[in-house]
């Protein structure tokens, strides 16, 4: 008798995700990349304000492969460079995880801590 997969667990089951998984997992949501593609558009992204070394990367990407959220591609240019893409399951959780700080965001608004939301974000927010 074939064995059946294991279920998926519930995407929510994984949040919140730290910083960096987030990131990983925003990076990797418009294209493969290998490690180093993926380091440089983190902090460029966040500004600088987050910067993964080697070893905070791949040892992120290794338990990111474990949970089913990112795999390895396949792909390559160099014989030293590992490609990696986020799975169907890694967008259901960085969907998850969204909506989990837009509903923060929209609380904290709510409550006054944060500005109301400009127009701009407004219009984004209904992308």
Same mark, same amino acid.
């Given at each position: 008798?074939?064995?059946?997969?294991? @279920?998926?667990?519930?995407?929510?089951?994984?949040?919140?995700?730290?910083?960096? #998984?987030?990131?990983?997992?925003?990076?990797?949501? =418009?294209?493969? !990349?290998?490690?180093?593609?993926?380091? !440089?558009? #983190? @902090?460029?992204?966040?500004?600088?304000?987050?910067?993964?070394?080697?070893?905070?990367?791949?040892?992120?990407?290794?338990?990111?492969?474990?949970? @089913?959220?990112?795999?390895?591609?396949?792909? =390559?240019?160099?014989?030293?460079?590992?490609?990696?893409? %986020?799975?169907?399951?890694?967008?259901? #959780?960085?969907?998850?995880?969204?909506?989990?700080?837009?509903? @923060?965001?929209? =609380?904290?608004?709510?409550?006054? %801590?944060?500005?109301?939301?400009?127009?701009?974000?407004?219009?984004?927010?209904? !992308?």
């Amino acid at each position: 008798m074939p064995r059946k997969a294991p @279920a998926e667990p519930p995407p929510d089951s994984l949040l919140p995700l730290s910083p960096v #998984v987030f990131s990983i997992l925003l990076s990797l949501s =418009s294209a493969e !990349k290998h490690g180093y593609a993926i380091m !440089k558009e #983190v @902090a460029e992204a966040e500004g600088g304000s987050l910067r993964m070394g080697p070893g905070t990367l791949y040892g992120s990407l290794d338990r990111m492969i474990r949970a @089913a959220l990112v795999e390895e591609s396949g792909l =390559s240019d160099d014989e030293r460079r590992r490609y990696y893409r %986020i799975t169907r399951f890694g967008r259901k #959780v960085l969907g998850a995880e969204m909506a989990r700080l837009t509903h @923060a965001l929209k =609380s904290a608004r709510r409550r006054g %801590i944060l500005p109301a939301e400009t127009p701009h974000e407004a219009a984004w927010m209904k !992308k």
